[in-house]
């Protein structure tokens, strides 16, 4: 059974700063792998979307890499701002039922 | 882009009456779909996948006497949250996806309903 983790569970840093948020799988045969952005109270926002075959994709300021062999997928986001505030989750597609496992996510604040 | 909506993104009820919640795709067929619940702090969690038609395949541990959910249309799932107790209160997200589309894999989620059961 799949198991995602996503480290460090909080993080707070100034604004202007790059950041990284970790996140590791335990199957390495995933379809796809996944971050998504939730604000508080809210649904899901897709922030990038990485296929098996892929190692990176980047929109905006935001780059994410996907190491199968590692089971591991970082987000990076350059140049922090106060709106990137919220809560990160990783998820990670299975071949099968293509059904998302989610970690349990990375609470970001940007001070401003 | 797709969009998918929940009705209601609201409901307050009383211990042990019934609580439908819908999942629509407003502008694809979603030939899949899935019922996530998410406890607070916590990260989403898979109850059950719904295939258009067939009957719900449900995760370990979640009842399925308990969830009912009903995909009797290309755009429309529906669970239902029988008898609810407290501890039902949680945040219900659906997704949805169409395998048959350009973009297989993505699946288009739902803002959410929040359950609170007095």
């Known amino acids: 059974k799949q198991e995602v983790t996503q480290i460090p569970a909080a993080l707070s840093v100034p604004e202007g700063e790059n950041l990284v948020l970790n996140c590791s799988f335990t199957?390495?045969?995933?379809?796809?792998l996944q971050w998504f952005r939730q604000d508080p109270g809210k649904g899901l926002t897709s922030l990038l979307l990485i296929q098996s075959s892929q190692r990176e994709q980047t929109s905006g300021r935001l780059n994410a890499s996907l190491d199968k062999s590692s089971g591991r997928s970082t987000l990076y986001i350059a140049a922090s701002q106060p709106g990137d505030s919220a809560t990160y989750l990783c998820?990670?597609?299975?071949?099968?039922?293509?059904?998302?496992?989610f970690g349990s996510g990375t609470r970001l604040q940007v001070q401003p | 882009g797709a969009v998918v909506s929940q009705h209601p993104s609201w409901v307050i009820c009383k211990s042990g009456t019934s609580v439908k919640i819908e999942c629509r795709s407003l502008?694809?067929?979603?030939?899949?779909m899935f019922w996530y619940r998410q406890f607070p702090k916590q990260s989403l969690m898979l109850m059950a996948t719904s295939n258009e038609g067939s009957k719900a395949t449900y995760e370990q541990g979640v009842e399925k006497d308990k969830f009912l959910i009903n995909h009797a249309s290309l755009t429309l799932s529906t669970l239902t949250v029988t008898s609810a107790h407290p501890e039902d209160s949680s945040f219900y997200i659906c997704?949805?996806?169409?395998?048959?589309?350009?973009?297989?894999?993505?699946?288009?989620f739902g803002p959410g309903t929040r359950l609170l059961v007095l």
């Open positions: 998820a990670g597609m299975d071949t099968g039922r293509r059904a998302l496992t």
């Open positions: 199957d390495s045969a995933i379809y796809n």
């Open positions: 997704s949805a996806r169409d395998p048959r589309g350009t973009n297989q894999e993505t699946q288009y």
């Open positions: 502008d694809f067929q979603a030939t899949t």
